[in-house]
């Protein structure tokens, strides 16, 4: 079944901002494309949502389409996908160098996986800060850019970390109610220079999927490769 919509779900301390680069290029080939914004992120720590708000969220998105839907998530957006996407309306998954948890895991147990001999482990852990109140994480802006945008054009990371908010701190201890992934076809795009989700991790996660594409970019293709991303995207909306 193949799809003539997207729907684009954004990751950690991001918005549906971020894929402002990558639509134009997909309507032009004909796609219609929506984007959300979860209630997970946002500017103050007291009233974010967590794993479970997200999904219901894309869930009720879902609900009013009455056309084949990919789902795609990119990151943490990932753990979203997978405990909404088995949704009726759902025709594929797109894991976008995305965390894709078997059962029982969460976004903590994926992201302190220890890397293997000779690998390197995510930027990020070193850039993490936590609200005073505990209810939230943030970024330090300089390891943010690194980790995310590291072969972004300087003025694209500038505008990105502009943009980055709060995450709730609970969205990172919840495991998805249910696996997507083993009802819907599913393609994995591995991005090779990623320093916030390793490309080795990628990989092994990827094993789950049906299809497995790589890029060579960094955490954020659709500010560093939107063309070549777009092509990916429209490929496994027309599979069948």
């Not at 996908?81 to 894709?100: K, M, Q, R």
């Not at 980055?164 to 795009?189: C, E, I, M």
Request: aromatic content about 8%; hydrophobic content about 45%; some cysteine.
């Amino acid at each position: 079944m193949t799809a003539s919509r997207l729907l684009l779900v954004h990751g950690a301390w991001h918005g549906a901002w971020c894929w402002e680069r990558l639509i134009p290029r997909l309507r032009a080939r004909g796609l219609d494309v929506d984007t959300i914004d979860l209630p997970s992120h946002g500017p103050a720590t007291d009233s974010l949502g967590d794993l479970y708000a997200d999904a219901d969220a894309v869930r009720s998105r879902l609900d009013a389409y009455r056309e084949p839907v990919l789902l795609v998530g990119h990151s943490y957006g990932g753990m979203v996908i997978t405990d909404t996407g088995a949704h009726e309306a759902v025709a594929g998954l797109v894991y976008l160098c995305a965390f894709l948890p078997s059962a029982s895991q969460t976004l903590l147990d994926l992201f302190s996986a220890p890397a293997p001999d000779g690998e390197s482990s995510s930027e990020l852990v070193a850039h993490l800060a936590v609200s005073e109140d505990g209810n939230a994480t943030s970024l330090v802006p300089d390891g943010a850019a690194q980790a995310f945008y590291a072969d972004c054009d300087p003025a694209d990371q500038q505008w990105a970390l502009g943009q980055l908010d709060f995450q709730g701190a609970a969205s990172a201890t919840q495991a998805p109610r249910q696996l997507a992934w083993q009802a819907k076809p599913t393609t994995y795009v591995v991005c090779s220079e990623d320093r916030a989700i390793p490309a080795w991790q990628q990989r092994a996660m990827a094993l789950h999927a049906n299809h497995v594409v790589e890029l060579r970019t960094s955490h954020s293709p659709f500010l560093a490769a939107p063309g070549s991303l777009a092509e990916i995207l429209v490929a496994a909306a027309r599979a069948r």
